[in-house]
C-alpha cells in the first residue's frame, strides 16, 4: 500500500511538471502564431517563440526544484502556491525579456510580454480549477446521500469554522448545504462552496427551500433572548434547532468543530451572560499550592475540582464520604481512577479526628469547602443532621484550616442564608458567621461565598422536572408565581474561583446571577423541548420555601468594589455560644428553634415581622 501511495505522488508530480513545461510552450506559441496569422510576423518569430517556450518551461521546471514547487511544498491551489507560481513565473519572464533584447530580438517583444501572461492564466487557472473541484467534492463526499442537509445560522468565524469541519468530516450527518447571517455584505458569498441565502430571521424559509429539516445555529456569543426567539421559530416551522456553546463552554475556543454542535438546552434560554475571569489574579493563588476541597465528589465541588486542576496546583486533595463520587470525579479529572491515590480522602467532615489527619497529613494552603447538606424540604425534617453537618462539620473544617495556617479558605454559601427562612437557610447563614468569626483570629482570609439554584446539579428543578417528563408528567411545580435564581456549574464555579481571589477576611461575596426566572416558565420550556404533552400541577409552597428568593438580607448593600458581577458584603460573626446551644440529639422543634434564633443574632438588621413566639412552630 505505501509503495503504491509513493507511486500515486511521484505521478502527480510527473503531471504537473508536464503540465507546467507544456503551459509555457502554449504561451509563447499561440501568442505568435497569432501573429502569424494576421499577418503581424512571420514564420520564423514563430519558431524562436517556440524554442523560447520549450526554454523557458525548462527553466520554470529547473528553478522550481529548490523551491520544491511541484513536490508539495504548498497544497495545489493554495494561496501559498499561487504566490510561489507567480513568483517564479515573473523570474522566467524578465530573465526571457532580457535574454531576448540581448540577442537582437530574435522575437516580438510583444510575444515576450504577453506570452508569459497567457502561461500565468494557464497555470493559475488550472490550479485554481483543481481546488474548486476539490472543494466541491468535499462539500459532495460520495457519501452525500446519506447525509442530511442542514441550514447553519451565521456566516461569522463560528459558522465558518463549522462548515470546514463538517465538509472535512466523512462521519458528519449532514450536508451544509446554505448560510444565513443578518450582515448584507455577506449576501450571496460562498464558504467552501455553501451559499449565504438570507437573513438569519429568514432560516426557516431558507430551510424549506433547501429541504433541511435541522438548523445549527452558530452563533458562540447569542443571548438568550436569540435563542428563545430561533426556537420558538424553529418550533412552529417544524425545524429541529440545534446550537453551540457559549465560548465559554467551549472546548476549543479558537476552534469550533462538529463534535460541539449538541441540542438545544434550557440553560440556553436561561441566560449567557459573559464572566470575564482574571486567569492570572487566579493563577496567582491556586498555580503551585496545596488545594484541598471538601464535598468533592458533588456537583459544584467536583466542577470545582475541574477547573482548579487546570491552574496547575502542586497537589490538588479531594475530599468526600461518598466514595463512587470521588471515583467519579478522579475519573473526569485524570482520564483514570486510581482509588489508592493520596489525592483522594474519603473522610464524613463531622468526624473532627480523622478530618485534622487529614489536614495535618497534606498541609494544604487553600481550602474550599463544598460539603454540605442542601436539600430544604429534607432538612425541614431533618434539623438536628443539618446541626451536625452544615454548622458542626463547617466548624471541624473551619479548626483543622487554622490549626494547618490555611492561607485562603472559601466557604460555599447559598442565597437562602440571605433573609432565611428555613433550616437550610439558618444553618448556612451560621456557616457563614462561622467562617467569619475564624476569619477575624485566623492567620489568613476566610470568607464565604453566596449563590442560588445551580442548574444540572444533582436534585435541581432541572434534573426533577427533566425525570417527570421523561415518565410522562405531570411536573410539579409548588407555585405559577415562584422565581428563582439560577447560575450553570460552570458560571457558578468561575465565580466562586475569582471570588476566592478577591475576597477578604470575614466577607460574604455574594455572586451575581441576573434576573430571577419563572420556575413555571422553565417547566414549560423543558415541556416544549421534548415535545411531550405533559401537564403542569400545582403542588403549593412547602415549609420554610418563599415565593421569591433573596441574595442579601436586611442591611446588606449592593457594593462591588473588585468585580462587576461580584458583591462584598460584611456578615457578623457567629458568637462562640452557638454551637454550645445548639444540641442537634434533642426535639426537632428545640433544634429548629435554636437554629432559628441563633441564625437572627447574626442578622446585620432584624428581619421585618419576624415574630420570635413562632420560633419552634414552623
Known amino acids: 500500500m505505501r509503495d503504491i501511495l509513493v507511486r500515486a505522488r511521484r505521478g502527480r508530480v510527473y503531471l504537473l511538471v508536464a503540465y507546467d513545461f507544456l503551459c509555457w510552450v502554449a504561451g509563447f506559441v499561440s501568442m505568435a502564431a497569432v501573429q502569424v496569422a494576421v499577418g503581424y510576423s512571420d514564420v520564423q518569430n514563430l519558431g524562436a517563440a517556440t524554442a523560447a517556450g520549450v526554454l523557458c518551461g525548462l527553466g520554470f521546471v529547473v528553478l522550481g526544484l529548490p523551491l520544491h514547487l511541484h513536490h508539495g511544498r504548498a497544497k495545489i491551489g493554495s494561496f501559498y502556491d499561487a504566490v510561489l507560481v507567480a513568483g517564479l513565473a515573473a523570474v522566467v519572464a524578465a530573465l526571457t525579456m532580457i535574454v531576448n533584447v540581448l540577442l537582437g530580438s530574435p522575437m516580438r517583444v510583444s510575444v515576450t510580454v504577453i506570452g508569459p501572461c497567457v502561461t500565468f492564466a494557464l497555470l493559475l487557472g488550472a490550479r485554481a480549477a483543481y481546488r474548486m473541484m476539490r472543494e466541491w467534492i468535499e462539500v459532495h463526499p460520495p457519501n452525500t446521500r446519506a447525509r442530511r442537509p442542514v441550514v447553519v445560522i451565521g456566516a461569522g468565524l463560528g459558522g465558518t469554522q463549522l462548515i470546514q469541519s463538517m465538509v472535512r468530516d466523512p462521519e458528519c450527518p449532514w450536508e451544509p448545504v446554505a448560510l444565513v447571517d443578518d450582515d448584507p455584505a455577506k449576501r450571496h458569498r460562498r464558504l467552501n462552496g455553501v451559499p449565504v441565502m438570507g437573513l438569519a430571521t429568514d432560516f426557516a424559509n431558507v430551510a424549506h427551500s433547501v429541504g433541511a429539516r435541522t438548523v445549527i445555529m452558530a452563533v458562540p456569543s447569542a443571548t438568550s433572548e436569540l435563542v428563545r426567539t430561533f426556537n420558538r421559530q424553529a418550533v412552529q416551522h417544524g425545524l429541529e434547532l440545534k446550537v453551540v456553546p457559549s465560548t465559554a463552554d467551549l472546548t476549543n475556543p479558537a476552534q469550533l468543530q462538529m463534535k460541539d454542535v449538541r441540542d438545544i438546552e434550557v440553560t440556553d434560554f436561561l441566560g449567557r451572560k459573559p464572566i470575564e475571569t482574571d486567569v492570572h489574579e487566579i493563577a496567582g493563588y491556586l498555580a503551585h499550592q496545596r488545594v484541598l476541597v471538601t ?48 489525592d483522594l480522602e474519603l473522610v464524613d467532615i463531622r468526624d473532627a479526628a480523622r478530618v485534622h489527619a487529614v489536614f495535618q497529613r497534606h498541609r494544604p494552603d487553600v481550602v474550599f469547602h463544598a460539603a454540605a447538606l442542601k436539600h430544604l424540604p429534607l432538612l425541614e425534617g431533618a434539623p438536628g ?94 407555585d405559577p408565581r415562584v422565581t428563582r435564581f439560577f447560575m450553570t456549574i460552570r458560571e457558578a464555579v468561575q465565580l466562586v474561583i475569582q471570588a476566592g481571589a478577591i475576597g477578604g477576611g470575614g466577607d460574604v461575596l455574594v455572586l451575581d446571577m441576573g434576573d430571577p426566572v419563572s420556575i413555571a416558565d422553565v417547566a414549560q420550556q423543558l415541556i416544549e423541548l421534548s415535545g411531550k404533552p405533559v401537564d403542569i400541577v400545582y403542588t403549593g409552597l412547602r415549609p420554610g420555601e418563599k415565593m421569591h428568593e433573596e441574595v442579601f438580607g436586611p442591611g446588606e448593600v449592593d457594593l462591588r468594589p473588585r468585580h462587576e458581577l461580584i458583591s462584598h458584603v460584611p456578615v457578623p460573626a457567629c458568637p462562640d455560644d452557638v454551637l454550645r446551644d445548639l444540641d442537634p440529639d434533642a426535639d426537632e422543634w428545640v433544634v429548629r428553634a435554636g437554629l432559628r434564633a441563633a441564625a437572627e443574632r447574626m442578622l446585620t438588621v432584624p428581619q421585618d415581622g419576624y415574630d420570635t413566639a413562632d420560633v419552634g412552630r414552623t
Not at 404 to 411: A, E, L, M, S
Not at 431 to 449: K, N, P, Q
Not at 450 to 474: C, E, K
Open 385 to 478: 443532621e443539618a446541626v451536625k453537618t452544615n454548622v458542626r462539620g463547617t466548624q471541624v473544617v473551619l479548626d483543622a484550616a487554622r490549626a494547618c495556617h490555611v492561607v485562603r479558605f472559601v466557604n460555599i454559601s447559598t442565597d437562602k442564608a440571605a433573609s432565611p427562612c428555613s433550616v437550610l437557610g439558618w444553618s448556612k447563614r451560621i456557616s457563614e458567621g462561622l467562617t467569619a468569626a475564624a476569619g477575624a483570629v485566623a492567620d489568613g482570609d476566610y470568607l464565604s461565598v453566596r449563590f442560588g439554584n445551580v442548574l444540572g446539579s444533582r436534585g435541581s428543578v432541572l434534573t426533577t422536572f427533566t425525570a417527570q417528563i421523561a415518565q410522562g408528567g405531570p411536573v410539579t411545580v409548588t
Open 295 to 342: 464535598g468533592a465528589g458533588g456537583s459544584i465541588g467536583s466542577e470545582l475540582c475541574r477547573q482548579i486542576a487546570q491552574f496547575g496546583p502542586e497537589r490538588l486533595v479531594m475530599l468526600d464520604r461518598d466514595e463512587s463520587a470521588l471515583h467519579a470525579v478522579q475519573l473526569s479529572i485524570d482520564g483514570r481512577a486510581l482509588t489508592n491515590s493520596d
